[in-house]
């Protein structure tokens, strides 16, 4: 066991031999270049990983969704063209069918992955169910900032642990990359880090910088450029990530036995949930994931995406590749890039580096925010991050699957405003048809099954992974058994649609905000709550209650529109009632106690304690922030 401690200096840990008692190893650079989006590097050559037939799993599901996207537009045309097309149709139908041919590919890509599932086989995979100890050594790296420092490292001791249960001591070197900028944080960092390196069998470092320069991606390439030519491989975590020794020793293996793959991003299961909303939505993702995951995996091949944790990084040709360069003008849509992940696939697969995306049997987690307020700052970072990626769909040497991907991201924050629009167009279409009520009067004749099938487009994904599920069973024992499974879909189902409108204007602020120059920073997040105040609701959600109010008047004044517009209103009232509601731990137990939103590493905490893991209870040991008051639209750290 080699330890390292800080140098009470200050110098940067310039190269010195482990004995001299600093936390840094000897210095091993490697260059990192800035890459050019502009420039070429070559044409990529066709990764040997490349799942046989990808290409025409692709044609298939395009082909697919432009046909139902066309039938769709065939049945509104068939309406409107015998008593002419009127400007209010024409933009319903411009607002209508690119949402259309969005839920249209979602549903095709749940399909394909349905369809996998259910046939039972198992596709070439480059996970071994029986690795090997991989000959060059893994650097796992958790860049954190101002980070709940005992939570941290409780999940480090618990990863550590692992990897001693499975030999592999002498394989993994564990870096945590500090840009705390809290000093009291910083101290009780410094602290744990000496307590954990005192016992750990695995060797453990600890890097902390005084800036956050360019945030993780600069805290990440600060590291290839000074270490990275010591390991052969990185894997990326988050502070919230855990994984077991297992799934670290299966993904070093499989970069070694695939020279040409440069990531391979497992898809990790949420656990360690408290709260009401943070269950229901770990539920919902371990419930419906595994479809939506198949489909995505099924078309997406050596062209894969990046998640930028839990996941396993050829280091030289990370460095040879991923070099961001900060893209011109002014933040928001300037400066260095935020979802730098998802671009740092395409630079690997620019270079004709392999990209896959892996489901492992089990040992790759992560956590999700506790309430929804956190999640909207999370996501809010993520729409400015996206929307940068529109900047670099013209990127040379990207390949069409990988502008798909960058796409794809970008356009899930557009979808919201259009939904807002062809709901005020419905309004507007309906007052001007002397408020004969229906969505869009003047498509009155509408046959039953165009919107028969949007309901199909929207909930048939959930409706396979169910089917999926209650088909076997054992998968159904471990949701709780079928009935606790179904008890809980009840809740959710309506759940989400009633939640949905306070989640779009949400995301329309947060589009809105950053069009007007507002940049989302980079606030430390928040992983535990008790609960919020309705106060802390109420401010963040009162937009929201006036915009029902507002639709209420006008469905007031049309009452059979109110049909239509009756889950929108009550949402948007209800926004701060059903936020603070569901922000509360103690309905989070009391779910747990009914074995509602139950998943399979709750209810068999057999499951991650066999990999030298903590049961999902443990990992919110610690006391509980409680009524904390949320700094969503600034960067400023959040209080502690």
């Known amino acids: 066991m080699k330890l390292f401690f800080n140098n009470p200096q200050g110098d940067r840990g310039q190269p010195m031999a482990p004995h001299a008692g600093r936390d840094l190893p000897n210095e091993a650079p490697l260059a990192m270049p800035i890459q050019d989006f502009a420039e070429c590097p070559g044409k990529p050559l066709r990764p040997a990983s490349a799942p046989f037939g990808v290409d025409e799993r692709r044609m298939i599901l395009l082909t697919a969704t432009f046909a139902i996207t066309c039938v769709s537009l065939a049945e509104m045309l068939r309406i409107s063209l015998p008593g002419g097309i009127s400007v209010t149709e024409a933009m319903l139908m411009l607002l209508f069918?690119?949402?259309?041919?969005?839920i249209a590919l979602s549903f095709c890509s749940a399909t394909a992955g349905f369809v996998t599932l259910v046939r039972n086989r198992r596709e070439a995979t480059l996970i071994s169910d029986n690795p090997m100890l991989p000959r060059e050594r893994t650097a796992v790296l958790m860049p954190i900032y101002n980070e709940d420092t005992e939570a941290v490292f409780r999940r480090l001791k618990a990863i550590i642990a692992s990897i001693e249960a499975e030999g592999a001591r002498d394989c993994f070197d564990l870096f945590v990359l500090s840009d705390t900028t809290d000093l009291e944080i910083a101290a009780?960092?410094?602290?744990?880090?000496?307590?954990?390196?005192?016992r750990s069998g695995v060797t453990v470092h600890y890097r902390r910088r005084p800036m956050n320069t360019e945030r993780k991606p600069g805290n990440i390439a600060e590291w290839v450029r000074r270490f990275g030519s010591a390991y052969a491989y990185m894997v990326v975590l988050d502070a919230d990530s855990l994984m077991s020794g297992r799934s670290l020793v299966q993904l070093a293996d499989a970069m070694e036995h695939n020279p040409g793959v440069g990531l391979i991003q497992s898809v990790p299961s949420v656990v360690g949930c408290a709260t009401f909303f943070a269950r229901w939505q770990q539920f919902a993702a371990r419930l419906y994931g595994p479809v939506a995951t198949a489909g995505l995996l099924w078309w997406s091949g050596s062209e894969g995406s990046f998640w930028g944790h839990n996941?396993?990084?050829r280091v030289r040709a990370f460095a040879e590749s991923c070099g961001l360069p900060p893209l011109s003008g002014p933040a928001p849509f300037g400066g260095h890039i935020f979802s730098h992940d998802m671009v740092e696939a395409a630079l690997l697969r620019r270079r004709g580096w392999g990209v896959h995306m892996v489901t492992l049997p089990e040992g790759s987690y992560e956590e999700y925010p506790p309430t929804l307020i956190d999640y909207a700052v999370r996501d809010r970072r993520w729409c400015q991050g996206n929307l940068q990626h529109i900047r670099l769909l013209n990127s040379r040497g990207f390949h069409w699957i990988s502008r798909l991907h960058l796409l794809m991201g970008a356009s899930a924050y557009f979808t919201s405003p259009l939904w807002l629009l062809l709901l005020v167009a419905s309004l507007a279409q309906t007052a001007q048809s002397g408020l004969s009520g229906g969505l869009w009067t003047p498509l009155a004749d509408i046959s039953g099954w165009l919107l028969v099938l949007t309901a199909i487009l929207l909930f048939g994904p959930k409706v396979m992974s169910l089917a999926w599920t209650l088909s076997s069973k054992e998968r159904s024992a471990q949701f709780g058994g079928r009935r606790k499974m179904l008890a809980s879909v009840a809740i959710d189902m309506p759940l989400a649609a009633v939640l949905a409108p306070a989640v779009m204007l949400t995301q329309i602020q947060s589009l809105a905000g950053l069009l007007l120059g507002r940049s989302s920073g980079w606030a430390a997040?928040?992983?535990?709550?008790?609960?919020?105040?309705?106060?802390?609701a109420l401010r963040f959600y009162h937009l929201h209650m006036l915009l029902g109010l507002v639709i209420a008047g006008v469905c007031f004044a049309a009452p059979n529109l109110l049909m239509w517009m009756a889950l929108v209103v009550l949402g948007l009232v209800a926004s701060p009632w059903l936020v603070m509601l569901t922000s509360r731990r103690d309905l989070g137990d009391w779910t747990r106690r009914l074995?509602?939103?139950?998943?399979?590493?709750e209810l068999s905490p057999g499951r991650l304690l066999r990999q030298g893991l903590p049961a999902p209870t443990e990992l919110k040991a610690l006391p509980l922030h409680t009524a904390v008051e949320p700094q969503m639209w600034t960067s400023?750290?959040?209080?502690?």
């Open 188 to 198: 009780a960092e410094r602290e744990a880090f000496l307590r954990l390196q005192a």
């Open 595 to 601: 074995e509602l939103f139950a998943t399979p590493e």
């Open 97 to 102: 069918l690119p949402l259309f041919a969005w």
């Open 525 to 536: 997040q928040r992983r535990d709550v008790s609960r919020i105040t309705f106060g802390e």
């Open 636 to 640: 400023v750290p959040q209080r502690r």
């Open 311 to 313: 996941a396993i990084v």
